[in-house]
């Protein structure tokens, strides 16, 4: 968890890197679990998931989206284990949590030293959060100021954990953009094909016809339906996670109130 804490960009990257070998040894099992369309035009579980029917298989568009899909649900992990962390550091006793205990600033030398002794301390909210707030009364004896400090850095660390989800929000709009991209070059292949309508007279021909024509829009709508599961499925994964990090900071700073604001003395 240390990694995490200290190098959360390369954290970050070798998640990444590990989550597309992963999303790539999935779509190899499903590849040889899901067998191909044994006739031509056939949609089967296959067509929908994987576009087996392609020429250009494995290189497809649900493909892509399926190796992106893997490395949104990797950022969801690390999000999650981030949050798990902080929430750890509510549990370590930074602060005295009875009933009783006034705070001077003479009180708060020891505390500050304390928190500073552990390891990760400026990495994560709550630690960085109290030796602000303890600087600060230090400096102007004011619990006023103390407290309006608080504030302000609670709201700067809402907008750090707003920003560590901008490459899964990027992610959440590639994966319905490659979907509808999917679809204009299906309707695009379908229309071509349309053109190409064979003698109504040859039975065989118009049978072939039909089939290169749902083929196309079979990948029309299969992507955008791909697109749109997997979206939804990383949208929902989202909200709990940052609903979560957001959690765990606000538990942060009233652990802060209850246990520092409150208890100062202004001598």
């Given at each position: 968890?240390?990694?995490?804490?200290?190098?959360?960009?390369?954290?970050?990257?070798?998640?990444?890197?590990?989550?597309?070998?992963?999303?790539?040894?999935t779509?190899?099992?499903?590849?040889l679990?899901?067998?191909?369309?044994?006739?031509?035009?056939?949609?089967?579980?296959?067509?929908?998931?994987?576009?087996?029917?392609?020429?250009?298989y494995?290189?497809?568009?649900?493909?892509?989206?399926?190796?992106?899909?893997?490395?949104?649900?990797?950022?969801?992990?690390?999000?999650?284990?981030?949050?798990?962390?902080?929430?750890?550091?509510?549990?370590?006793?930074?602060?005295?949590?009875?009933?009783?205990?006034?705070?001077?600033?003479?009180?708060?030398?020891?505390?500050y030293?304390?928190?500073?002794?552990?390891?990760?301390?400026?990495?994560?909210?709550?630690?960085?959060?109290?030796?602000?707030?303890?600087?600060?009364?230090?400096?102007?004896?004011?619990?006023?100021?103390?407290?309006?400090?608080?504030?302000?850095?609670?709201?700067?660390m809402?907008?750090?954990i707003?920003?560590?989800?901008?490459?899964?929000?990027?992610?959440?709009?590639l994966?319905?953009?490659?979907?509808f991209?999917?679809?204009?070059?299906?309707?695009?292949?379908?229309?071509?094909?349309?053109a190409?309508?064979?003698?109504?007279?040859?039975?065989?021909a118009?049978?072939?016809?039909?089939?290169?024509l749902?083929?196309?829009?079979?990948?029309?709508?299969?992507?955008?339906?791909?697109?749109?599961?997997?979206?939804?499925?990383?949208?929902?994964?989202?909200?709990?996670?940052?609903?979560?990090?957001?959690?765990?900071?606000?538990?942060?700073?009233?652990?802060?109130?209850?246990?520092?604001?409150?208890?100062?003395?202004?001598?």
């Open positions: 968890m240390r990694l995490l804490a200290k190098h959360d960009h390369q954290y970050r990257i070798n998640v990444a890197l590990i989550s597309l070998i992963l999303g790539a040894i779509l190899t099992l499903l590849s679990l899901l067998p191909a369309a044994q006739t031509p035009g056939e949609i089967n579980i296959s067509a929908v998931l994987l576009d087996r029917a392609s020429s250009l494995p290189f497809t568009l649900q493909n892509l989206m399926w190796l992106i899909f893997f490395v949104g649900l990797g950022e969801l992990w690390v999000r999650f284990l981030r949050a798990s962390a902080e929430q750890r550091q509510q549990q370590i006793g930074l602060l005295p949590e009875d009933e009783t205990t006034m705070l001077r600033a003479k009180d708060l030398a020891p505390i030293l304390s928190i500073q002794q552990h390891a990760d301390a400026r990495y994560f909210a709550l630690p960085r959060l109290l030796q602000r707030v303890i600087l600060q009364f230090q400096a102007c004896r004011s619990v006023g100021q103390a407290n309006a400090l608080m504030n302000s850095s609670l709201e700067l809402q907008h750090e707003d920003l560590r989800y901008n490459m899964l929000r990027y992610i959440m709009w994966i319905p953009t490659l979907g991209i999917g679809t204009v070059i299906g309707i695009a292949l379908a229309l071509s094909d349309a190409n309508m064979p003698d109504l007279q040859d039975s065989a118009v049978a072939a016809w039909v089939i290169t749902t083929g196309s829009l079979g990948l029309a709508f299969n992507t955008t339906l791909m697109a749109l599961l997997m979206s939804a499925v990383l949208v929902f994964s989202m909200h709990i996670c940052q609903g979560r990090e957001e959690m765990v900071l606000n538990n942060a700073g009233q652990y802060c109130l209850d246990n520092l604001i409150n208890r100062l003395y202004e001598d």
